[in-house]
């Protein structure tokens, strides 16, 4: 339901523009790259014969997230299994992702374990309709734990929004979205559309355990970047069964060690949630159908990037250089700044 102000701008002034998304709350395939591969494929598969020109799939999607690292420091043959399962940029998994993505002329926004010479990233591509890849961005710090197993990015998280037929489409992973200046970087680039790309979220207990990190807190940071960014948000989670807590062997950990994390949801761009959510513990789709318009018509009210910022008292340098570990003498170390 819109509130009747904005309904009213809506109405009088607007045509409409409706855009259908899709938002997963599945479970990984849990250190499996060719079965995660195929659930990929299904999941686009079903979401473009429901409509959507849009599918968004949650953090570390493939091989599925690692939730073990919250629950010991070190298990070796879970970490040699996690690289050998992760997927490469330019591989024939990949490959069949983008050709599903063309052959259902569905966009898809793909969470991934980046394997790249036995080095591992949290990566996210954004995939066109017509299977060629948008963007490809890593995330630029890896959070706590997740230092153990994931390299830092260089230039690469700044590759984010891209133009796609229907919308301004971009995309971060997990807790980037309690960076600010990352967070202002991307609202600069005239987002329409965000992915907040989540793992599986643990539930608030009420005891000593951060509720920033819960799944109360993070569904908060999502509908708090909606807001700030007046942008529709595709909030994408993981759901973890009994099966997958064996799998990573979590039950005594104090994250994600129990059946449950699915919160997948839809904002609008005054942070009004959109959608109904499933049970936490049940694996679907989430599906909205977003009125553009209603972006300009919440931007009126404020434009962080545009007619309610200050650039005469505050701006942002941005370094997009992808730093090598061999640089040649002759070579400029930074090339690029915004």
């Known amino acids: ?32 790259l060719a079965a995660g591969v195929a659930k990929t494929c299904t999941l686009m598969t079903e979401a473009a014969h429901n409509g959507a020109q849009l599918i968004a799939f949650p953090e570390c999607w493939i091989p599925g997230y690692p939730c073990w690292i919250w629950s010991r420091f070190l298990d070796v043959a879970m970490n040699v299994a996690y690289i050998k399962n992760s997927i490469a940029l330019d591989s024939p998994e990949m490959d069949q992702i983008k050709a599903c993505a063309k052959s259902n002329s569905i966009a898809v926004s793909l969470g991934f374990s980046e394997f790249h010479h036995n080095s591992v990233y949290i990566a996210q591509v954004m995939i066109g309709g017509d299977g060629e890849i948008k963007s490809h961005r890593r995330k630029m710090k890896p959070t706590h734990m997740e230092r153990t197993i994931f390299g830092d990015a260089s230039g690469e998280c700044f590759s984010s929004v891209v133009e796609l037929p229907f919308a301004r489409v971009g995309a971060l992973s997990c807790w980037e979205h309690i960076q600010p200046l990352l967070k202002y970087f991307m609202i600069s680039q005239r ?66 060690n129990s059946p449950g994390g699915g919160t997948s949801a839809v904002f609008g761009p005054d942070g009004r949630r959109l959608t109904e959510p499933l049970d936490s513990t049940s694996e679907g789709i989430v599906y909205a159908d977003l009125d553009m318009s209603q ?44």
């Open 295 to 338: 972006i300009v018509a919440t931007k009126i009210f404020a434009d962080a990037t545009g007619h309610y910022s200050r650039p005469d008292l505050m701006w942002l340098n941005v370094c997009k250089k992808v730093k090598k570990m061999v640089q040649p003498e002759d070579e400029t170390l930074i090339d690029t700044v915004e």
């Open 191 to 256: 987002e329409e559309i965000h992915v907040s790309a989540w793992p599986s979220l643990t539930p608030h207990t009420g005891k000593s355990d951060l509720w920033s990190m819960s799944a109360e807190g993070c569904h908060s940071l999502s509908q708090t970047y909606a807001v700030e960014s007046q942008s529709f948000v595709m909030h994408c989670t993981a759901v973890i069964t009994e099966k997958g807590v064996q799998a990573m062997d979590t039950s005594g950990g104090i994250l994600m």
């Open 1 to 32: 339901m819109h509130s009747p102000m904005l309904q009213h701008i809506n109405l009088q002034t607007m045509s409409s523009n409706v855009v259908r998304v899709a938002v997963t709350q599945a479970e990984p395939a849990w250190l499996d």
